[in-house]
């Protein structure tokens, strides 16, 4: 069955810290992949998307994930934590047979401390 | 960039009954609208898919004539929840993909910033 797992459930961070937020899936065929955050209060934005090519890609505020296809792997990384990166991170995929079909991790929780 | 918003973004309502909530793409197109339910500390459930002029596609386990989608343009699409229950309070999200020209835009998909449904 397709599925995504995002290991860990809150994370909890000093500013200044580095971040790697797992997400693995289980997906047949060619996947497109996706990091969506959520500040709270507010809704879903993209983060970044992998859809071909590179497979480190870059999104904005300076986070970046690299797709490990031997590993069915997304991680999403970032060198520096600030404390608003605190929000709710969530992995997705589809793939390109089924694009209405996107499948949402269960959310990783991030709170970096001041 | 592509905008999709939703009204209301809170609603509260008696038991018994409906309730309808509008998700608008403002800047583009959109062939296709998602609805996802949220609950609390989980993530998203996808509960129907609806292309514009057509009858939505539900998820296995959602009923259709509880909730009911209508996607009558292409820049609109509307989530009834009919006879509301305690147990229908939850996060409602909808999400839209566009029509325009590049497989980019084909392939993202758009989030609203979802309604609070309480029912009491």
């Known amino acids: 069955a397709q599925s995504v797992s995002q290991h860990n459930h809150h994370v909890i961070l000093s500013e200044a810290a580095s971040l790697e937020l797992g997400c693995n899936y289980s997906y047949g065929g060619t996947v497109n992949l996706f990091w969506y955050v959520q500040y709270p209060g507010q809704h879903l934005q993209l983060l970044l998307k992998?859809?071909?090519?590179?497979?480190l890609v870059k999104g904005i505020k300076g986070f970046e994930a690299e797709f490990i296809k031997s590993k069915f792997s997304f991680n999403l990384r970032k060198p520096s934590v600030q404390w608003s990166d605190t929000a709710e991170y969530f992995c997705a995929v589809n793939s390109l047979l089924k694009v209405n079909d996107m499948r949402f991790g269960a959310g990783t929780r991030l709170t970096v401390k001041p | 960039g592509a905008v999709v918003s939703q009204h209301p973004s809170r609603v509260i309502c008696k038991s018994g009954t409906s309730v309808k909530i509008e998700c608008r793409s403002l800047d583009f197109q959109a062939t296709t609208m998602f609805w996802y339910r949220q609950f609390p500390k989980q993530s998203l459930m996808l509960m129907a898919t609806s292309n514009e002029g057509s009858k939505a596609t539900y998820e296995q386990g959602v009923e259709k004539d509880k909730f009911l989608i209508n996607h009558a343009s292409l820049t609109l699409s509307t989530l009834t929840v009919t006879s509301a229950h305690p147990e229908d309070s939850s996060f409602y999200i909808c999400?839209?993909?566009?029509?325009?020209?590049?497989?980019?835009?084909?392939?993202?998909?758009?989030f609203g910033p979802g309604t609070r449904l309480t029912v009491t």
């Open positions: 999400s839209a993909r566009g029509k325009g020209a590049g497989d980019l835009l084909r392939l993202e998909q758009y």
């Open positions: 992998y859809f071909s090519g590179d497979p």
